[in-house]
């Protein structure tokens, strides 16, 4: 049977997929089963920050794997330790909680945010405020999170101490607030949701506003984190100071981990067995990580991202389908006449591996991508919406 068919005969389907099995790649390249060649501005949805199979990430990680590739949380780990002491500093964070994926770490961060709150002011105060719009993973608990309709179904019952608000106007928030409200959860640009920044006075204000009232703050930079926007994180941009940062994606360069970070104030709030995963700061994936964030958190290299963003948001202005570009850093929104997903498939049959959110095309490359590559892509796209017209 071909990989197609195996597919559709053993795997659940929870994805639609494009028709293309990729089985190779290098940098900014993939490679599907017949050597035909894709340009990929899509990165696995932001995970691999390097870009395919980049060179010193490949050695990072494989030498940790012939050195000890596992050891459970039982006992210390360099790589663990090294990792966070990097993600702490940079981001002048206290403590992280190192997990498996975006969703676990939000996971986390929900845990801490409410056990806070229980430790200070005893039972009740325990509900979280989100955006609508938000996308913050697929587990019951974040599911319930997501500030979306269409993922409250199936499968109840969801978990309680949630409320939705849309982002953008104080009074709203101050109207959702009460004193059983302890912590407010977002994203500072919402991917899945369609590539939507966030107002930086809204975001200033409502940091102010929730620090004021003892409201933790929890940004999930799941995918904005790690150098996509030109910082090392989004809030960096943002002059704003989380009490709760998440990150996932880009943060292992294509291996699984997620990374709960939280403030100084609190930092004791999580004691031994309250909290736990196996496969949690894996030697590995920490290795892998390691060698990204020492490559990201360069400060010539993120002004490059955002250098090379605004180049690309140059060449996508000059489209005449394209009607605007929401932009930070490497992480694109492409507002486009026509239908995105329909356009998005069309590029990929011609070479070009991009994805969507929302009604927007959305481009979100390897941090690595050269000019050229990037001009490369937006050759294609723009033959493409000819094409599609
Ligand atoms: C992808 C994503 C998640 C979920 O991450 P997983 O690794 O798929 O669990 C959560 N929040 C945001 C903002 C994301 O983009």
Known sequence: ??????????????????????????????????????????SGIGVNSLGYCNEGWVEAVTKQASTIQHMSNYFYSPQASALAEKLCKLTGMAKVCFGNSGAEANECAIKIARK?????????????????????????????????????NFFFPFTEGFKYIEAGDMSVLENAVSGKTCAVMLELIQGEGGVNIMDMDYAKALFDFCAERDILVIVDEVQTGVGRTGKL?????YGVKPDL?????????????GACLCNDKLGGVMTPSTHGTTFGANPVVCAGANYVI?????????????AKGAYLEGLLRKLPEVKNVRRMGLMVGI???????????????NGLLIITAKDVLRMLPPLTIKREELKEAVSILKSTLKECK
């Open 245 to 257: 940062v998440t990150a996932a994606k880009g943060l292992g360069g294509g291996l699984p981990i």
């Open 335 to 349: 507002e486009i006449d026509g239908d995105a997903h329909d356009i998005a498939a069309k590029c990929v049959e």
């Open 294 to 306: 020492d490559t990201v958190s360069k400060e010539d290299f993120l002004d490059e991202v955002e």
């Open 116 to 152: 806070y709150s229980f430790d200070k002011y005893g039972e009740g105060r325990n509900e979280i405020i989100t955006l609508r719009n938000s996308f913050h993973g697929r587990t019951v608990t974040t599911l319930s999170a997501t500030g979306q309709d269409v993922f409250h």
């Open 1 to 42: 049977m071909t990989t197609k068919e195996l597919d559709n005969k053993y795997i659940m389907h929870t994805y639609g997929r494009y028709d293309v099995a990729l089985v190779s790649g290098s940098g900014v390249t993939a490679f599907d089963e017949d050597g035909r060649k894709y340009i990929d501005v899509s």
């Open 233 to 237: 994180f989004a809030f960096r941009n």
